[in-house]
């Protein structure tokens, strides 16, 4: 039996067994207070069936809506296919706390650079005005210095801190792919550069964090001990360390917001965002669309291990 024709049975099977009810409790009244009773009843029991179905209907969209969502989960990770570890937690600790520090200084720093914006006057009132601004200030430029000396150990310590830096200097394949890149943009060549671990584009973004840690961590001590630098420097050397701090925060400040926001989280392949600076993993499709060179030698690696295996 069709579903429709299976609810107008069950609907009408409810009906015939109201209409008794009814009938069974206004036998007995006159006529007109049996109508009106009558009446009153079925009012009543059509107000809780609709209710009713009301919320059955609600209950099945949303398993519907479940469902859907669970088809096209699924669905994606087929399309994605296996998923690789590009960073290790020991990376993604770094990267977490030098973020959190960042957004610390820009948000307690800017309003210094810019004391007359209302949104400065509003970020210091929140905070509980510049004594207590300053002090998260200082948190943040804490935790950064604390960022830079665990990255330089781990760059020297560990086996993936030291194969990343080499693989994070720049080299002329660089120039080339910047190149073929403009030339892919402008429609001169079909296919985009491949890839290895690193592209240019996160080339630029290391590099430009180190050396603004370097600037900004430099002239901010300078700044936070000023009593101690006068004493062996002359005050210009605490102007030049102000103008660098405060040129080099806002230059910061753009890069990130106009050159990594949008590599990262903005672009079209990527928004609303991605999560791997929290698992530190890259499905295969993005591999093959992002860093094709070292997917491809991961899985020469792999058949290299399985034939090793295969041979003992």
């Not at 700044?223 to 040129?247: N, Q």
Request: aromatic share 12%; with cysteine.
């Amino acid at each position: 039996m069709p579903e429709d024709d299976r609810k107008d049975a069950t609907r009408d099977a409810v009906a015939r067994e109201i209409e008794a009810a009814v009938n069974e409790q206004v036998s007995g009244l006159p006529p007109e207070q049996a109508d009106a009773l009558r009446e009153k009843i079925r009012l009543r029991v059509r107000e809780e069936i609709e209710r009713d179905l009301r919320a059955r209907t609600a209950s099945e969209r949303r398993e519907a809506a479940r469902l859907a969502k669970e088809a096209r989960k699924k669905e994606k990770l087929e399309e994605e296919g296996e998923t690789f570890l590009r960073f290790n937690r020991n990376f993604r600790f770094q990267h977490m706390v030098m973020f959190s520090s960042v957004i610390l200084l820009i948000i307690t720093g800017m309003p210094l650079k810019f004391p007359n914006f209302l949104l400065s006057r509003f970020v210091i009132n929140f905070w509980g005005g510049i004594q207590n601004s300053t002090i998260v200030h200082r948190i943040g430029a804490g935790m950064l210095i604390y960022f830079m000396v665990h990255h330089f150990l781990y760059t020297i310590l560990t086996r993936d801190g030291r194969r990343d830096f080499m693989l994070l200097l720049p080299k002329l394949g660089d120039a080339k792919d910047i190149a073929h890149n403009i030339r892919h943009f402008l429609g001169k060549v079909p296919d985009k550069p491949r890839f290895g671990r690193f592209s240019y584009i996160e080339k630029f973004d290391y590099w430009a964090v180190y050396w603004g840690c370097i600037i900004m961590i430099g002239s901010g001590l300078f700044l936070w001990f000023e009593t101690d630098v006068l004493r062996f420097l002359p005050k210009y050397a605490l102007d030049v360390a102000h103008e660098m701090h405060s040129d080099e925060a806002m230059l910061a400040t753009l890069a990130i917001v106009i050159w990594h926001f949008y590599n990262v989280h903005f672009n079209p392949d990527r928004f609303p965002g991605t999560l791997l600076w929290w698992h530190g993993r890259m499905s295969e499709h993005e591999m093959k669309e992002e860093h094709p060179l070292e997917l491809e030698e991961i899985v020469a690696r792999r058949a290299r291990e399985s034939a090793e295996v295969t041979n003992r």
